[in-house]
């Protein structure tokens, strides 16, 4: 079974300052990894994908991830914070033909600090 | 870029009726579409994957009898929330896959969510 854990459920970083947030994950064989956000009362929006090409992946909105085999990790970052970029947060893995799933982890909540 | 559109964004039903959410992938078809809940404050629950011209497979623990899934076309999945009670309220979120050819290149759209209240 795949799974994905995101460390903090909430995080605070002030507006210009790095943003971070942490998922790593377990899986049997080579993931496909995504990153969603979503806004209040909204659907989720694909920030990026990680699909077996590049281990750096630069998405919308300046976010990238880098998939890190050796870690089991797939953090998002964001060199610098804007006001907008306040929303949830969810990492989320994906096996390969015939296990098709999203499998999301529970979220983490970006609150931007003025 | 693809997009999936629900309808409708928000809806109020008394206890014990049925209501039906849509969810439509609007320039792409999508063979396969997936049905999520998501509770306040929570992650998304899958409940069942939907495919085009077969039925859905649910997910354990969703009653299949009370979330009717139907796949009709490859642009439009419906859920319909049967003889709903409070406690079904929650949002409910579609997504599409998008078959561009090339399994590694399709991805996960997602509808606007619906969000459900039932009294």
């Known amino acids: 079974a795949q799974s994905v854990t995101q460390l903090g459920s909430h995080v605070s970083v002030s507006e210009g300052a790095l943003v971070l947030l942490r998922c790593n994950y377990s899986?049997?064989?080579?993931?496909?990894l995504f990153w969603y956000v979503q806004y209040p009362n909204q659907g989720l929006q694909l920030l990026l994908k990680y699909t077996s090409a590049a281990t750096l992946v630069k998405g919308i909105n300046g976010f990238e991830a880098e998939f890190k085999k050796s870690e089991t990790s797939f953090h998002l970052t964001k060199p610098s914070a804007h006001m907008s970029d306040a929303a949830e947060y969810f990492c989320a893995v994906r096996g390969h033909f015939g296990n098709e799933k999203l499998t999301f982890g529970t979220g983490t909540r970006l609150t931007i600090i003025p | 870029g693809a997009v999936v559109s629900q309808h409708p964004s928000r809806v109020i039903c008394k206890s014990g009726t049925s209501v039906k959410i849509e969810c439509r992938s609007l320039d792409f078809q999508a063979t396969t579409m997936f049905w999520y809940r998501q509770f306040p404050k929570k992650s998304l629950m899958l409940m069942a994957t939907?495919?085009?011209?077969?039925?859905?497979?649910?997910e354990q623990g969703v009653e299949k009898d009370k979330f009717l899934i139907n796949h009709a076309s490859l642009t439009l999945s419906t859920l319909t929330v049967t003889s709903a009670h409070p406690e079904d309220s929650s949002f409910y979120i579609c997504?599409?896959?998008?078959?561009?050819?090339?399994?590694?290149?399709?991805?996960?759209?997602f509808g606007e969510g619906s969000w459900l209240t039932v009294v």
């Open positions: 939907s495919n085009e011209g077969s039925k859905a497979t649910y």
């Open positions: 997504s599409a896959r998008g078959d561009t050819g090339g399994y590694s290149g399709n991805t996960i759209y």
């Open positions: 899986s049997s064989v080579p993931p496909y």
